[in-house]
């Protein structure tokens, strides 16, 4: 099963993600992490993204395409992929169409996560992730930022550059310009959407989720 992951910054998809992969018994992509991993090592990638990155632009699409293009054709993505943060342009759908239908695959759903704007300003500036397993932590009262991964004990959690307010303003500003045209380009093709409330507990909106994928 090939699932998109569509939604404002903050939404949930990297978190959702991770459970709706493990349920589906698939791998999820997130372009996110791989550019971060790739900022943190210093590749030739990371230089190139992490300007836009930092700022809370978009990554240029031909880079974006080029990393989808080589994560779809491997073996590990056989029996499906949830793809978390692929696609946020219309050239990056288009692109994804052309790869799938190049290897005789089908799109099966596009979920997107529907949360207000308030709420993700508030979500994105209390958040802390891990630098080493990327998990993130929301604070659980206004100013309280987690110190701890309760996953990985070499981990710190450190604040994302582009969870600061500016950036988190661009990026929200980003999403509306460049990446909501997308749900609408999905509705021409034709393409199986399913809209999920993204507010609640993680259970519950893990239950809406695969529910909506007919995988209760
Ligand atoms: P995320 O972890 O999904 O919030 O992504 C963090 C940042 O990585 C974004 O703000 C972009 O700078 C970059 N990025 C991730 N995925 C994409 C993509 N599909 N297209 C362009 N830029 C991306």
Not at 25 to 30: C, D, Q, T
Not at 67 to 80: I, N, T, W
Not at 152 to 168: F, N
Request: net charge neutral; with cysteine.
């Amino acid at each position: 099963m090939i699932v998109v992951l569509l939604g404002p910054p903050g939404a949930g998809k990297g978190t959702q993600g991770e459970r709706i992969a493990a349920s589906l018994g698939v791998p999820k992509i997130a372009t996110g992490d791989v550019l971060r991993a790739a900022v943190k090592a210093g590749t030739p990638l990371g230089l190139e993204a992490k300007g836009f990155m930092d700022r809370g632009d978009l990554v240029p699409d031909a880079v974006i395409l080029g990393m989808m293009k080589e994560a779809l054709k491997a073996p590990e993505q056989a029996k499906g992929v949830v793809l978390d943060g692929v696609v946020r342009t219309v050239p990056q759908a288009e692109g994804l169409a052309a790869v799938l239908s190049e290897l005789g695959r089908p799109l099966d759903a596009v979920m997107l996560f529907e949360i207000s704007d308030d709420l993700l300003v508030s979500r994105l500036s209390g958040r802390t992730v891990c630098d080493c397993c990327q998990t993130p932590f929301t604070a659980r009262a206004p100013g309280e930022l987690h110190a701890e991964c309760a996953k990985d004990p070499k981990g710190t959690l450190v604040r994302r550059k582009d969870d600061e307010p500016d950036a988190i303003r661009n990026r929200l500003h980003v999403y509306q310009q460049q990446t909501a045209p997308v749900i609408a380009w999905y509705r021409d093709q034709h393409a199986h959407i399913v809209s999920i409330d993204a507010v609640g507990s993680l259970a519950d909106v893990q239950a809406r989720a695969l529910s909506a994928l007919g995988r209760s």
